[in-house]
T-cell receptor
Framework: KNEVEQSPQNLTAQEGEFITINCSYS?????LHWLQQHPGGGIVSLFM???GKKKHGRLIATINIQEKHSSLHITASHPRDSAVYIC?????????????FGKGTHLIIQP | DAGVIQSPRHEVTEMGQEVTLRCKPI?????LFWYRQTMMRGLELLIY????????DSGMPEDRFSAKMPNASFSTLKIQPSEPRDSAVYFC?????????????FGPGTRLTVL
């Protein structure tokens, strides 16, 4: 089964700072998911990526398949970015598996 | 589209009672997932269905848990009998693509409290 490590567990930053959240996994995968969980509890899928880089607004996700590592970046961070960010990978790497989740990174952006 | 719909949003029950959680996936989606989230263990996959067929139920904790998907627009997760340690938020998600290779859309969750 895939093991997922996220870092940092908690991150507090000032508005406008560049944010990086890291995710490492143990078994090669077909795709990695980044999720955002709002303070109210709702979960939104941010990205699903299998190679390279994806960008959506101020959010950028990158993945290095060889190193089994992905990063989520937030540029010009804003208090509304405060949330828990969770990465998830297939249990044993393939697309037919269920997902294994990281413990999440609790991000707080202070005004 | 209304998104993934879950009911009830909150459920409080007593130990030993049967609990049934309901999910309506997004129309046209082919995969449905049930997750549980607790403070201690985070998010965990319980079971997922492709085209109404259970594919991976290795996350179902024990025989007290069962899930069904009688048609493409409805799924249930049942706990019988319920125990206090089942208290958690249960999320349902659906995806257009089968398996975990597609973007998943999450419902608002059902917060279950077992007294």
């Amino acid at each position: 089964k895939n093991e997922v490590e996220q870092s940092p567990q908690n991150l507090t930053a000032q508005e406008g700072e560049f944010i990086t959240i890291n995710c490492s996994y143990s078994v090669g995968i077909s795709a990695l998911h980044w999720l955002q969980q709002h303070p109210g509890g709702g979960i939104v899928s941010l990205f699903m990526l299998s190679s390279g880089k994806k960008k959506h607004g101020r959010l950028i996700a990158t993945i290095n398949i060889q190193e089994k590592h992905s990063s989520l970046h937030i540029t010009a961070s804003h208090p509304r970015d405060s949330a828990v960010y969770i990465c998830a990978v297939p249990n044993s790497g393939g697309g037919a598996d269920g997902l294994t989740f990281g413990k999440g990174t609790h991000l707080i952006i202070q005004p | 589209d209304a998104g993934v719909i879950q009911s009830p949003r909150h459920e409080v029950t007593e130990m030993g009672q049967e609990v049934t959680l309901r999910c309506k996936p997004i129309s046209g989606h082919n995969s449905l997932f049930w997750y549980r989230q607790t403070m201690m263990r985070g998010l965990e996959l319980l079971i997922y269905f492709n085209n109404n067929v259970p594919i991976d139920d290795s996350g179902m904790p024990e025989d007290r848990f069962s899930a069904k998907m009688p048609n493409a627009s409805f799924s249930t997760l049942k706990i019988q009998p319920s125990e206090p340690r089942d208290s958690a938020v249960y999320f349902c998600a659906s995806s257009l693509r089968t398996g975990t290779s597609g973007t998943q859309y999450f419902g608002p969750g059902t917060r279950l409290t077992v007294l």
